[in-house]
């Protein structure tokens, strides 16, 4: 008998950079019923009619079923793709659709791009925080990634420009900007109408291609949804849509809509990934917008997002914890706290934990360390009770440890 062979020599390089997310690490536990999770992203699909779903499912199968049970093209299914076209009309997208791929999820798009595009050691720059998934593929195409300071709108464009100096100088190259514009996992903070503007203008000055990844843009409160990054300008932006949040999750689908060259190679990956996406999954979401009032369904959405916004606030205000300070999310499902000082968002998961509550420490959000005084709250998921009873258990926690640093730095003095 040989001996078992140590597998880890056989990994190669760039997974030794793949480890395990704080948010998959922590749902295992977030995810017992007797806690209140504001963890997770999960939307709320419940609210979706499910014996309609299940007659469009049952109807695309009868009347359908030997094209849907079959394989796709690694494109994906030109109906779908035209009418993914409507949707992104919605944000002032004018695209066709021979410049869009039908991936399993936004996720697979953006692992496509990075295949297609990023040699290691490439620098990607993103908002700091930014969307923990994205930072997982960047990693594992070995890119460097650079958080760029944000405020509460958006990226600000002099750090842009100084990290983009930066990156001259050192002379690296930097081929994108990844940004999610729109009330933005995990800060719920959205892009302004100008910096979409100055964001162009510095594509242009320095010649890198912004990644705009908008699985939240319908899904805002007040009023209709901004122009897309896309909508101004064709060239220089790769765009990634998802009816994870507008529709479900569950069916896995998104896409991306990239130039004409650029799109031609994100098909041959996505062949070689996993040769088409689902088509019994295309054609449901076919059926679901040709056949459902999909926007009406959106409008739900929004409503059902909003009064638990409105929860988390309220809240907040309420409990009124001293040194705690959040954002204020126009749309989407997260808020983004930062703890009074000293204190460590992962360090206080533990007592979270203990008094049922969940939620997400701010390093996982970073790809550089940063984070230890920021936490995310999703609204998403939990009712609105069950998220006011969350935050309040979670203010208790941060005001008892806040007394204890107080008074163990006092019992120092005295
Ligand atoms: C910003 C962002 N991009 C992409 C995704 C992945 O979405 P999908 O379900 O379409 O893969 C998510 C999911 O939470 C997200 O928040």
Same mark, same amino acid.
């Not at 020599?9 to 950079?17: E, L």
């Not at 699985?215 to 007040?222: E, I, R």
């Given at each position: 008998v040989g001996e078992t062979p140590?597998?880890?020599?056989?990994? %190669?390089?760039?997974?030794?950079?793949?480890t395990v997310s704080e948010i998959r690490a922590l749902f295992t536990v977030a995810s017992r019923p007797e806690i209140i999770s504001l963890a997770g992203g999960m939307p %709320?699909?419940?609210? +979706?009619?499910l014996a309609e779903i299940a007659d469009l499912t049952s109807r695309v199968i009868r009347d359908h079923g030997a094209k849907a049970l079959q394989y796709g093209s690694g494109q994906g299914d030109p109906r779908l793709r035209e009418l993914i076209c409507d949707v992104m009309a919605a944000e002032g997208i004018t695209g066709s659709p021979e410049n869009i791929v039908v991936t399993f999820g936004s996720q697979q798009a953006l692992q496509l791009l990075a295949l297609t595009c990023l040699d290691p050691g490439d620098v990607v720059l993103t908002e700091g925080p930014s969307y923990v998934g994205a930072l997982g593929v960047f990693a594992a195409a070995q890119a460097e990634v650079t958080h760029v300071a944000i405020d509460a709108d958006g990226v600000i464009p002099a750090a842009l420009r100084e990290a983009l100096d930066q990156a001259a100088v050192a002379g690296r190259r930097v081929k994108f900007f990844y940004t999610?514009?729109?009330?933005?996992?995990?800060?719920g903070v959205t892009l302004s109408e100008p910096r979409r503007d100055a964001l162009l203008e510095l594509a242009d000055e320095y010649d890198f291609i912004i990644l705009e990844d908008n699985? *939240?843009? +319908? +899904?805002?409160?007040?009023g209709g949804p901004l122009r897309a990054i896309r909508a101004r300008d064709s060239d220089r932006v790769v765009y990634f849509g998802s009816?994870?949040?507008?529709? %479900? %999750?569950?069916?896995r689908t998104g896409w991306a809509l990239a130039p004409a060259p650029l799109c031609e190679k994100l098909i041959l990956a996505n062949e070689a990934s996993?040769?088409?996406?689902?088509l019994l999954n295309q054609m449901v979401v076919t059926a679901y917008l040709e056949y459902h009032p999909w926007q009406e369904q959106l409008r739900q959405f929004q409503s059902l997002y909003r009064t638990r916004r409105d929860a988390t606030l309220s809240a907040l205000e309420k409990a009124a914890v001293s040194g705690l300070t959040w954002t204020r999310p126009g749309g989407g499902f997260y808020v983004w706290a930062t703890l009074p000082e000293g204190l460590d968002s992962k360090h206080l998961m533990t007592a979270a934990l203990a008094e049922k509550v969940a939620y997400v420490p701010?390093?996982?959000? *970073?790809?550089?360390?940063?984070?230890?005084?920021e936490l995310r709250l999703s609204?998403?998921?939990?009712t609105p009770e069950r998220i006011q009873e969350g935050i309040q258990r979670l203010s208790g926690v941060i005001t008892r440890a806040r007394n204890n640093d107080v008074s163990s730095s006092l019992s120092a003095i005295l």
């Open positions: 140590q597998l880890d020599r056989y990994f %190669a390089q760039r997974v030794q950079r793949m %709320a699909v419940e609210a +979706l009619p999610v514009p729109n009330f933005q996992n995990p800060t699985p *939240y843009g +319908l +899904l805002g409160f007040d009816f994870s949040k507008t529709f %479900a %999750a569950g069916v996993v040769l088409s996406h689902s701010g390093v996982g959000f *970073y790809a550089d360390g940063m984070g230890q005084r609204y998403c998921y939990a």
